[in-house]
């Protein structure tokens, strides 16, 4: 009874090459959170939605886009990946009361950039 | 500029010992501190959590001590097993704001 569905887990492109990852959620929550992380490091937060507004954060480079298209889905689009981009990029939401409230994370897509 | 500081980076804890793991903040208009526990291959899941109303906050083997006046929360982990071998992540965040983590604490319990 996946919650929070990450597709594909592995992902390989090439410099350069656009890419798309992907997540849905069985969870109805209005939160939907994009985190970047690299090997040993702490989740960095890229953006957030809160329903259809968009939240960017201050510090993500604009390679990085977005797209939530209904409650269910969100998109990762990476414009154009370079070596500094091969990450695990998590997936997360979290109930309606509120950002700080529990967030529930995918599994990842493993990023890799030839 | 980091505002959370955990440590340590790794630990290594004997069955049945206490692992303890510590993190700083320096925003003291937090007032959200939840741990998240990340085993390889999946995605941080929700350990525990606690608000600065309380000092300690116990679920089974795992406690949260927070101390307001330092700054400062622990994650306890009584009776460590194999299976608690994971990363933990320690975090915080104020009213409607995302969560802010720390770098992570890898933890191996051996027998």
């Known amino acids: 009874d996946a919650m929070v569905i990450q597709n594909p887990r592995y992902q390989v492109t090439q410099f350069g090459k656009p890419v798309t990852l992907s997540c849905s959620q069985t969870?109805?929550?209005?939160?939907m959170y994009w985190y970047q992380q690299k090997s040993s490091q702490a989740p960095k937060l890229l953006f957030h939605?809160?329903?259809?507004?968009?939240?960017n954060e201050a510090d993500t480079p604009d390679n990085f886009q977005s797209r939530r298209p209904n409650t269910s889905f969100c998109f990762l689009d990476i414009r154009s990946p370079g070596l500094g981009d091969a990450a695990m990029y998590l997936c997360?939401?979290?109930?309606?009361?509120?950002?700080?409230?529990?967030?529930?994370f995918g599994s990842g897509t493993q990023l890799s950039v030839l | 500029q980091q505002q959370v500081k955990q440590s340590p980076q790794s630990l290594i804890v004997q069955k049945g010992g206490i692992s303890i793991i510590n993190c700083a903040y320096e925003?003291?208009?937090?007032?959200?501190f939840p741990w998240y526990q990340q085993f390889p291959g999946k995605g941080p899941a929700l350990l525990i959590a606690?608000?600065?109303?309380?000092s300690e906050k116990k679920e089974g083997r795992f406690t949260i001590s927070f101390n307001k006046s330092a700054k400062q929360f622990s994650l306890h982990i009584m009776d460590s097993q194999p299976g608690d071998s994971a990363t933990y992540f320690c975090?915080?965040?104020?009213?409607?704001?995302?969560?802010?983590f720390g770098k992570g604490t890898r933890l191996s319990v051996i027998a």
């Open positions: 997360a939401t979290s109930s309606p009361v509120g950002l700080n409230e529990k967030l529930f």
């Open positions: 969870l109805n929550h209005n939160v």
């Open positions: 939605y809160y329903d259809k507004d968009f939240n």
């Open positions: 925003n003291t208009a937090f007032d959200y």
């Open positions: 606690i608000r600065p109303d309380v």
């Open positions: 975090a915080a965040s104020k009213g409607n704001t995302p969560l802010v």
